[in-house]
Nanobody, 129 residues
Framework: VQLQASGGGLVQPGGSLRLSCAAYGFPFSTYNIGWFRQTPWKEREFVAFISRGSGTTRYADSVKDRFTISRDNAKNTVYLQINSLKREDTAVYYC???????????????????????WGQGTLVTVSS
């Protein structure tokens, strides 16, 4: 079982990146996917969520209207398009897979890292001029 995140890099404020998370070794289309991020000075933070069939997405307030999560089940890949990057978006970004379906209307449910069964290794996004 593996989740492989990629696409991070150094970008100027206001720039864009597209992160990818490729899944191997488990039935990707049956899992809900989340993106989280972490810095040395903050706890792991929920960023975005997409349900197994792409019908439901959720975002942290801090990234709403700037980040877009999507998935291609045929390619076993989930994407995170991040636009209008800010310095405070600097972090290691992790994708995670959850077999259980959370309550989409309970923010404490789908943002809970304990929901997720598998985690990728992370990809570093650095926003700096």
């Amino acid at each position: 079982v593996q989740l492989q995140a990629s696409g991070g890099g150094l970008v100027q404020p206001g720039g864009s990146l597209r992160l990818s998370c490729a899944a191997y070794g488990f039935p990707f289309s049956t899992y809900n996917i989340g993106w989280f991020r972490q810095t040395p000075w903050k706890e792991r933070e929920f960023v975005a969520f997409i349900s197994r069939g792409s019908g439901t997405t959720r975002y942290a307030d801090s990234v709403k209207d700037r980040f877009t999560i999507s998935r291609d089940n045929a390619k076993n890949t989930v994407y995170l398009q991040i636009n209008s990057l800010k310095r405070e978006d600097t972090a290691v970004y992790y994708c995670a897979a959850a077999l259980a379906t959370p309550d989409f209307y309970n923010v404490n449910d789908y943002t809970n890292h304990r929901l997720y069964d598998y985690w990728g290794q992370g990809t570093l996004v650095t926003v700096s001029s």
